[in-house]
């Protein structure tokens, strides 16, 4: 089993978590394991574009501490940038309470999954609650976002199966 699709798994299994939570109504602890599952999928979409991924600035700048399993080390600020600068999410911008890129979204619910930091959650003077709705919004972008990374998949098969002269 290839490490992206260990990541994978790992991702379907913070989002069944995930699901767990918002049942018990425990929403922030909902908002990390669905936070988290993107963050699992950037990293599998890391391991499944190696050399796409290279040749990012973030790459170009990150002080690995190994030679094996590099994209376990990026940060999801540094994976959220990555999928960006590869046009891995849609780069239109969009409406929706403000005006930002699906890249600006996901930053946004990152922030969110940073609550798990007791520093985070000290340094907010009006400590964001965390309800059904706010869930809501981070399911939305988790959706859309990974939408976009099948979308990139499927793209790079079928250029694949072009080129291999299949379709």
Not at 4 to 16: I, M
Not at 23 to 35: D, P, R
Not at 140 to 163: C, I, N, P
Request: proline share 2%; charged share 25%; net charge positive.
């Amino acid at each position: 089993m290839h490490i992206s699709d260990r990541l994978l798994e790992l991702g379907t299994f913070y989002n069944r978590e995930a699901r767990r939570c918002v049942k018990s109504k425990s929403y922030l602890a909902a908002a990390i394991m669905q936070v988290s599952a993107l963050e699992a999928a950037l990293q599998a979409m890391c391991f499944m574009y190696p050399a796409e991924v290279k040749r990012t600035t973030v790459f170009q700048r990150k002080r690995f501490k190994g030679k094996r399993y590099r994209a376990l080390e990026f940060s999801l600020y540094e994976l959220i940038n990555i999928a960006d600068e590869l046009v891995w999410f849609l780069a239109k911008k969009i409406n929706w309470g403000k005006r930002t890129t699906l890249a600006g979204f996901t930053h946004e619910i990152r922030k969110l999954r940073n609550f798990v930091h007791p520093g985070v959650w000290a340094r907010e003077h009006a400590p964001t609650k965390f309800s059904k709705e706010t869930y809501g919004v981070i399911i939305e972008v988790f959706d859309v976002a990974t939408s976009w990374l099948v979308h990139r998949v499927h793209q790079g098969l079928y250029k694949r199966m072009q080129k291999e002269g299949l379709v």
